[in-house]
């Protein structure tokens, strides 16, 4: 008899056929006999319907006011799952952010959750109700409503696991789990049974779309035990994610990944002056425009350059910037590389195994594939390669790392088929 | 520089452009040099369409999960108009029924306002915004969701305007104010200018669609000036409703309604014992249906006969709870009359003069129309007649009290084009 917060996304509430099906999902954990509480986001395309009527009124629409819209979707969700519930004779009440009280900062469109109370949700859960809860809102201490941002509704239900101190948080997606790559590159891959926070948070930050890093982030400082699986499979087990020092062995490298989001900025002939550097960055961030990989040469005849990547989207934004800052540039040049993928291998194992990274050079390097950047931290490695060597670099990575059936990762942005 | 209170239906916000309509009207009273309140509905047929959903969830949703469902309309309009407004370069904020503080009983579907907090209101008022308010909708004390029913978003604003002591409540719908009667029986009729909340309710009780009698009520209980006017032409004032001790001079009768959505029951041959009546509305009143007219002949042999008319919505509820009372009705007949109208003369100076009834009774006999039954208050006299006499009696009506260009009324359910 435990605590069990269950997460579905928009498409599987798309319409009252599915919100029944989840609805049974929902009882079947209950029927388990466990406690549960539900998180759900807006219907299929609600969200982006709304956004749609804001910018028919108006092409800025206020932030605060964007958050009061938006919020109306979620809310729409658990009224109507909740009836489902009902209707199949089981105790459900659903629950705005507001009423719940999942408490945020005060910025609209991206808050961070700061406290979740657990006062209403004990109450209603001892009474036997199914608690279906409005992902993605909440509510700031002054009854302003924000809501969470990109992974709002998975962040919103791992918050909810940890402050009811759950068993686990189930993510259903229209996956079956967590795969060592993407499957349609390396069809024979085989899906995750269990990975650790660690490696998920590394396939995340690269481009594995199933879950968003912060929701990973929040599991893993509150250690709630999460699995990601497929609301139209219920008898698989998906992917269970969990601390590293629950889990007995893992290979070195548990899965690869790639991403063609990015494009590379190449800053040429900068004045090799102390600073420089520090203050082109500083720049960005204060625009809030994030810094993927960043490359230093040494100087040379007293000029410097530097190579960093950001995200396609922001690459306007980033020019406007560095044309503006022609203080620190001078003479330099801007050169813009958009035909990049960076393909990354990522595992808790590398930690004590050392000579993982020259596996991989070598490995690219016998595809004759050349590597334009790379980027470390303890538990992965990056390489930037040519856009078009991408499929093959994630291939020849997959059969170095014995990968082809074992276990993790995924693509974000387009793979030319090459 | 007084505060002004505005409300404005769904067909008034129903898309984008018109939101931009509503939002010139809005700041048209603010640069008047008032303060502004406005309240809205859910755009357009929102408010049907998630009760289509809902009916496609389940055929019996809870009327929680109800209010939970429909107050996101309201909210959407609201995050729109305030959008729309600040897009005009005002400051604007909207707040929704629990940010605001409208207390309601804890009565789903159909809570009344037992209090409104003024302190947020007051503050934003203050900083010199337009506040953007959620008709119909309310929270309980204990943060449940409620809606208000028929005519809540007339009634939220007119108890906003109570509450914040206001100089005026502006009620925005599609006609250009209150007629002495329906301009397609009688083309001729006159817009009222000033009318008495006294009149206005008894027109609205009779089947005056423009304003819903909760409404009127509270705008009469708390002495707030309330304005019916056209959202289509903001240059026309529309009617003034007021108190009775407000205005100078008034007719007799300052309208005529009719109704033609009743039905009458007659039950005959009922035993004449103490107690039948009373038991029998007992019965209906338990089951919460109205009974408008009543009329109980005179004991015949120890028999007796009662007459009496109820919403035709309501005809088959009411014949159930009839034929569960066989104790009382015994070998009493129950017969049902549907082509009937009820038509109503409505005036605050019927007071004071004596003989208008006769007047009516005798214009209608004048035309051969037949009375079936009468139903009198302090400022109303209505008769009920065949159906297919309703439009003449309402010309005939007019004319007798010289309303052709004068001063109130409307029709309720359709009238037989004979």
């Given at each position: 008899m435990g605590i069990i917060v269950q997460k579905f996304g928009g498409t599987s509430v798309a319409d009252p056929e599915k919100i029944h099906n989840v609805a049974k999902a929902v009882i079947k954990e209950k029927e388990n006999g466990n406690s549960v509480v539900v998180v759900v986001s807006a219907m299929g395309h609600t969200t982006d319907y709304l956004i749609k009527l804001a910018k028919e009124v108006t092409e800025t629409p206020n932030s605060r006011e964007m958050d009061m819209l938006l919020s109306t979707g979620e809310q729409v969700s658990i009224a109507l799952l909740s009836m489902a519930i009902q209707s199949h004779g089981h105790k459900a009440i659903s629950m705005n952010g507001q009423q719940v009280g999942i408490i945020t900062e005060c910025i609209h469109s991206k808050a961070r959750i700061v406290d979740i109370k657990t006062e209403k949700l004990k109450k209603y859960l001892d009474a036997g109700n199914i608690i279906v809860v409005a992902g993605f809102q909440g509510v700031t201490p002054e009854g302003e409503i924000t809501t969470l941002g990109r992974g709002g509704s998975d962040t919103s239900a791992v918050a909810i696991a940890a402050a009811l101190n759950a068993d686990r948080c189930d993510i259903y997606t229209d996956v079956e789990g967590v795969y060592a790559t993407d499957p349609r590159i390396v069809p024979n891959v085989k899906k995750a049974d269990t990975i650790s926070y660690e490696e998920m948070l590394e396939l995340a930050r690269v481009g594995?779309?199933?879950?968003h890093p912060r929701s990973v982030e929040t599991a893993k400082q509150f250690n709630v035990p999460l699995r990601v699986r497929s609301s139209f499979n219920l008898d698989n087990l998906g992917t269970l994610i969990i601390?590293?020092?629950?889990?007995?062995i893992y290979k070195p490298v548990a899965g690869v990944a790639a991403d063609t989001s990015q494009v590379r900025i190449l800053l040429s002939?900068?004045?090799?002056?102390?600073g420089t550097a520090a203050k082109l960055f500083g720049a960005l961030a204060k625009n809030n425009i994030s810094v993927d990989m960043i490359i230093q040469s040494l100087a040379i005849q007293g000029k410097n350059s530097i190579a960093f990547t950001v995200d396609s989207e922001e690459l306007d934004s980033a020019l406007n910037i560095l044309n503006n800052e022609k203080d620190i540039i001078q003479s330099g040049e801007i050169l813009i590389d958009r035909d990049i993928a960076k393909v990354s291998i990522v595992g808790a194992?590398?930690?004590?195994?050392?000579g993982i990274a020259a596996d991989m050079f070598r490995s690219l390097a016998d595809k004759h594939i050349n590597i334009k950047m790379i980027s470390t931290s303890e538990i992965k490695i990056s390489c930037l390669v040519e856009k078009e060597n991408a499929k093959e670099a994630i291939k020849a990575l997959c059969k170095e790392f014995d990968l082809e059936s074992a276990e993790v990762a995924s693509v974000k942005g387009d793979l030319p088929n090459v």
């Open positions: 594995a779309n199933v879950l601390g590293v020092n629950d889990m007995e002939n900068l004045p090799d002056i102390p194992g590398m930690v004590d195994r050392p």
